[in-house]
Protein backbone atom coordinates (compact mmCIF):
# COMPACT_ATOMS: atom_id res chain seq x y z
CA UNK A 1 0.00 0.00 0.00
CA UNK A 2 1.09 3.66 -0.96
CA UNK A 3 1.13 5.03 2.34
CA UNK A 4 2.18 8.67 1.15
CA UNK A 5 -1.42 9.25 -0.22
CA UNK A 6 -3.28 11.21 2.11
CA UNK A 7 -5.83 9.72 4.53
CA UNK A 8 -8.74 11.20 2.83
CA UNK A 9 -7.87 9.32 -0.25
CA UNK A 10 -6.91 6.16 1.56
CA UNK A 11 -10.63 6.32 3.26
CA UNK A 12 -12.28 6.85 0.19
CA UNK A 13 -10.37 3.45 -1.14
CA UNK A 14 -12.55 2.27 1.70
CA UNK A 15 -15.70 3.59 0.75
CA UNK A 16 -15.39 1.98 -2.86
CA UNK A 17 -15.58 -1.46 -1.33
CA UNK A 18 -18.47 -0.98 0.92
CA UNK A 19 -20.69 -2.37 -1.79
CA UNK A 20 -19.34 -5.40 -0.74
CA UNK A 21 -20.37 -5.15 2.76
CA UNK A 22 -24.05 -6.59 1.76
CA UNK A 23 -22.38 -10.17 0.13
CA UNK A 24 -21.74 -12.88 1.64
CA UNK A 25 -18.81 -14.25 2.41
CA UNK A 26 -16.49 -14.56 -0.64
CA UNK A 27 -13.04 -16.05 -0.93
CA UNK A 28 -10.14 -14.19 -3.47
CA UNK A 29 -10.08 -15.26 -6.84
CA UNK A 30 -13.67 -16.46 -6.70
CA UNK A 31 -16.41 -15.71 -8.94
CA UNK A 32 -19.06 -15.64 -5.81
CA UNK A 33 -21.81 -13.16 -6.08
CA UNK A 34 -21.49 -12.18 -9.72
CA UNK A 35 -18.36 -10.77 -8.51
CA UNK A 36 -15.67 -10.67 -11.53
CA UNK A 37 -12.19 -10.89 -11.95
CA UNK A 38 -11.33 -7.26 -11.88
CA UNK A 39 -13.66 -6.74 -9.02
CA UNK A 40 -12.18 -9.70 -6.82
CA UNK A 41 -8.87 -7.87 -7.10
CA UNK A 42 -10.27 -4.70 -6.08
CA UNK A 43 -11.47 -6.13 -3.01
CA UNK A 44 -8.63 -8.36 -2.47
CA UNK A 45 -5.93 -5.37 -3.00
CA UNK A 46 -8.45 -2.79 -0.71
CA UNK A 47 -8.24 -0.86 2.12
CA UNK A 48 -9.78 -2.81 5.09
CA UNK A 49 -10.57 -0.46 7.79
CA UNK A 50 -10.19 -2.87 10.03
CA UNK A 51 -6.43 -3.98 9.68
CA UNK A 52 -5.29 -0.26 8.49
CA UNK A 53 -7.28 2.15 9.82
CA UNK A 54 -9.05 1.46 13.29
CA UNK A 55 -7.00 1.60 16.25
CA UNK A 56 -4.46 3.16 14.37
CA UNK A 57 -2.82 5.84 16.66
CA UNK A 58 -3.32 9.71 15.91
CA UNK A 59 -0.42 12.22 15.93
CA UNK A 60 0.55 15.84 15.85
CA UNK A 61 3.27 17.26 13.17
CA UNK A 62 5.37 17.45 16.25
CA UNK A 63 4.78 13.41 16.79
CA UNK A 64 2.75 13.40 20.04
CA UNK A 65 0.02 11.41 20.19
CA UNK A 66 -3.04 12.90 20.18
CA UNK A 67 -5.57 9.82 19.99
CA UNK A 68 -6.59 6.81 17.95
CA UNK A 69 -9.57 6.27 15.37
CA UNK A 70 -12.08 4.44 16.32
CA UNK A 71 -14.45 4.57 13.76
CA UNK A 72 -14.81 5.77 10.25
CA UNK A 73 -18.28 6.91 9.18
CA UNK A 74 -19.85 5.97 5.44
CA UNK A 75 -22.25 8.43 4.59
CA UNK A 76 -25.48 7.25 2.42
CA UNK A 77 -24.06 8.45 -0.90
CA UNK A 78 -21.15 5.78 0.08
CA UNK A 79 -18.34 8.86 1.02
CA UNK A 80 -16.57 8.54 4.03
CA UNK A 81 -16.47 12.03 4.98
CA UNK A 82 -15.27 11.61 9.44
CA UNK A 83 -12.94 9.34 11.26
CA UNK A 84 -13.85 9.04 14.50
CA UNK A 85 -10.88 9.76 17.03
CA UNK A 86 -10.39 9.02 20.91
CA UNK A 87 -8.67 10.75 23.17
CA UNK A 88 -8.14 10.29 26.82
CA UNK A 89 -9.45 7.32 29.20
CA UNK A 90 -7.80 4.30 30.08
CA UNK A 91 -9.04 1.07 27.53
CA UNK A 92 -11.96 2.80 26.72
CA UNK A 93 -12.86 4.35 29.56
CA UNK A 94 -13.86 7.77 29.84
CA UNK A 95 -12.68 8.62 26.59
CA UNK A 96 -13.91 11.32 24.43
CA UNK A 97 -14.30 10.62 20.97
CA UNK A 98 -15.13 13.64 18.58
CA UNK A 99 -15.84 13.95 14.84
CA UNK A 100 -13.00 14.90 12.67
CA UNK A 101 -12.74 15.47 8.66
CA UNK A 102 -10.62 13.08 7.01
CA UNK A 103 -9.58 16.13 4.80
CA UNK A 104 -8.00 17.14 7.95
CA UNK A 105 -5.43 14.04 8.27
CA UNK A 106 -2.25 13.42 6.61
CA UNK A 107 0.00 10.22 6.35
CA UNK A 108 3.71 10.45 7.23
CA UNK A 109 5.51 6.68 6.66
CA UNK A 110 2.87 4.77 8.14
CA UNK A 111 1.85 7.12 11.03
CA UNK A 112 -1.78 9.16 10.44
CA UNK A 113 -0.71 12.92 11.61
CA UNK A 114 -3.60 15.76 12.27
CA UNK A 115 -1.57 18.83 12.09
CA UNK A 116 -2.13 21.08 14.74
CA UNK A 117 -3.87 18.75 17.29
CA UNK A 118 -2.99 18.49 20.78
CA UNK A 119 -4.88 15.81 23.37
CA UNK A 120 -6.18 18.56 25.10
CA UNK A 121 -7.65 20.57 21.85
CA UNK A 122 -9.51 17.38 21.19
CA UNK A 123 -11.09 16.74 24.60
CA UNK A 124 -11.98 20.52 24.43
CA UNK A 125 -14.03 19.73 20.52
CA UNK A 126 -18.05 18.47 21.32
CA UNK A 127 -18.59 14.68 22.04
CA UNK A 128 -19.56 12.49 19.24
CA UNK A 129 -22.78 10.91 19.64
CA UNK A 130 -24.39 8.36 17.35
CA UNK A 131 -27.78 9.18 16.06
CA UNK A 132 -30.32 7.07 18.01
Known amino acids: MNMHRTFAGTLAALALCTGALNAHAQ ?7 GLGIMEVREVA ?7 QILNQQVVNENGEAVG ?8 PDAS ?11 LGVRRH ?36
Do not use: N, Q
Open 68 to 75: RITDVIIT
Open 80 to 90: VSYAIVGAGGF
Open 45 to 51: HGVSAKK
Open 97 to 132: DVAIPVSAFKVSDTTLVLPGATREAIKGMPVFEYAR
Open 27 to 33: VAGSTLV
